[in-house]
């Protein structure tokens, strides 16, 4: 539970679609998070997803899991300039508690006007 | 309702003092997580308080130390500072004990040891 993987970077234009991706290596992880994290802020929940799931949809936001690649993607539809910020992947897994989360290395977003 | 509440905000320090770190949860929730962020080692997990009990911790050595009170606030500890020990430190909050509740993190205090 303790690999999780991110591309540090991302770049897109204002009115497109980013699609940031994160892998994990632990198969027996409960819940997989998506935070963000702008300039001087702490983490704001993004949203959640649970391990037996595949897909979840809230407004902007779909975050997609792939089980059997351990594979993790959230996509942001019509991205504009205030989702420039760090996203981050975490997860928490079975036998440990759901307060420790194994966060990724971030993927910085730049969105270019 | 009002979000995790961490103060202070920013905190200068010398190598060798110590340091208390205050951290006020979101109304009703009873689980109290801390992290550590730095560029170099990213979001590492300090320690995870449920009703005034530590009930997982990190792989810190013993100068970082914690607890909580029955209000749910929790507090943390940091002894004997190092130039390494200069981060943001960020604290979430829970309800637990209720399916999946999600972390909510607070803005953080930025403590520079110098």
């Known amino acids: 539970g303790e690999d999780v993987e991110q591309s540090l970077f991302l770049s897109v234009r204002e009115g497109d679609s980013s699609v940031i991706n994160c892998t994990y290596t632990?198969?027996?992880?409960?819940?997989l998070y998506w935070y963000k994290q702008e300039p001087g802020a702490g983490l704001q929940l993004l949203t959640y997803?649970?391990?037996?799931?595949d897909m979840k949809q809230d407004q902007r936001l779909t975050v997609l899991l792939n089980k059997k690649d351990k594979h993790l993607s959230l996509r942001i539809a019509d991205t504009q300039t205030g989702d420039s910020a760090i996203y981050f992947c975490?997860?928490?897994?079975?036998?440990?508690?759901?307060?420790?989360?194994?966060f990724g290395r971030g993927t910085q977003l730049t969105v270019w006007p | 309702k009002a979000g995790v509440t961490q103060t202070p905000r920013y905190l200068i320090k010398t190598r060798g003092q110590q340091v208390t770190l205050s951290c006020s949860p979101i109304s009703g929730h009873r689980s109290v997580s801390w992290y550590q962020q730095t560029p170099g080692q990213g979001l590492q997990f300090l320690f995870e308080?449920?009703?005034?009990?530590?009930?997982n911790k990190g792989n810190f050595p013993g100068r970082f130390s914690g607890r909580q009170f029955s209000n749910s606030r929790s507090e943390m500890n940091v002894s004997t500072l190092e130039l390494g020990d200069s981060a943001l430190y960020l604290c979430?909050?829970?309800?637990?004990?209720?399916?999946?509740?999600?972390?909510?993190f607070g803005n953080g205090t930025r403590l520079t040891v110098t």
């Open positions: 632990d198969s027996s992880s409960t819940y």
């Open positions: 308080y449920f009703s005034e009990t530590q009930r």
């Open positions: 975490a997860e928490t897994f079975r036998g440990s508690t759901l307060g420790r989360l194994y």
């Open positions: 979430a909050s829970s309800l637990a004990g209720q399916g999946n509740s999600p972390l909510h």
């Open positions: 997803i649970f391990s037996n799931m």
